[in-house]
């Protein structure tokens, strides 16, 4: 099978690709999930300027260069681990705690269909889980932030409001208590290029920051997206977005 075949395939599959509109929320009976004014989203990132500036210098700082949207990379052979494609995908969606290959998420990344922020991403809760490369700024979130936070009962996700609005952290506790952390400021959602494809990505308003979006699974009533948080030109780190109520 082709890769476009593929991708019209599974595009095929995927419930809910037609408008926001047509899309069903979130089931939020029983839980309270707290709204914040869209003005505090601009004052928390500046108050937060020099914490968002660091985790951006941090970039640089990476054992390895993650850089995959530059230069001549089209030339450039990825080999990674050699494991095959369907493999780590199924090391991701069964979420096993173990360091990833980056060339090998940037392999799987490649090989996925696209997502329209649009349509897929917009009037939507989604949680979120770190896939750790032992070199990323992510990994550091994972261990100092992420990690003891569940201790807590306490996981991560995103939300996205409107194709304008949205919250880039979003925290939820014991299921029940949703609250977004606005210090980053807020997010849009679109359609940006990156590595040739343009496929759904967040924008931050203030930050020199994108994720960039793709399919990794819709099987099993569950839609899972593979993520991407770059600096610039530089990839931050990886993660997986899991759509809420899906599971």
């Not at 004052?43 to 640089?60: T, Y």
């Not at 998420?105 to 649009?118: F, G, T």
């Not at 590595?195 to 203030?206: C, I, L, P, V």
Request: with cysteine; hydrophobic share 40%; aromatic share 10%.
């Amino acid at each position: 099978m082709t890769r476009h075949s593929a991708l019209k395939t599974m595009a095929h599959h995927w419930p809910n690709r037609t408008t926001t509109k047509a899309k069903i929320p979130m089931n939020t009976k029983g839980k309270l999930v707290i709204n914040l004014p869209g003005i505090l989203y601009d004052v928390a990132q500046w108050v937060m300027f020099p914490l968002n500036m660091l985790i951006s210098g941090m970039c640089h700082l990476q054992p390895k260069s993650s850089v995959w949207n530059e230069g001549k990379w089209q030339n450039r052979r990825l080999e990674g681990s050699g494991k095959p494609l369907d493999q780590i995908k199924t090391e991701i969606l069964e979420q096993q705690d173990i360091a990833y290959n980056e060339e090998d998420l940037v392999r799987l990344y490649d090989s996925l269909p696209n997502v329209s922020a649009k349509e897929d991403l917009v009037g939507r809760y989604w949680k979120g889980k770190i896939l750790r490369t032992n070199g990323s700024v992510l990994d550091l979130a994972e261990w100092v932030i992420v990690r003891p936070l569940s201790l807590l009962g306490i996981k991560w996700g995103k939300r996205y409001r409107t194709q304008h609005q949205g919250d880039p952290l979003l925290f939820r506790w014991a299921d029940k208590l949703y609250f977004p952390i606005p210090i980053w400021g807020n997010v849009g959602m679109t359609d940006i290029r990156w590595r040739e494809e343009a496929t759904a990505t967040m924008n931050y308003d203030h930050q020199p920051w994108k994720d960039y979006f793709k399919l990794i699974s819709n099987e099993n009533g569950s839609v899972v997206l593979l993520g991407v948080w770059t600096h610039k030109h530089i990839a931050g780190g990886w993660f997986t977005l899991t759509l809420e109520d899906s599971e």
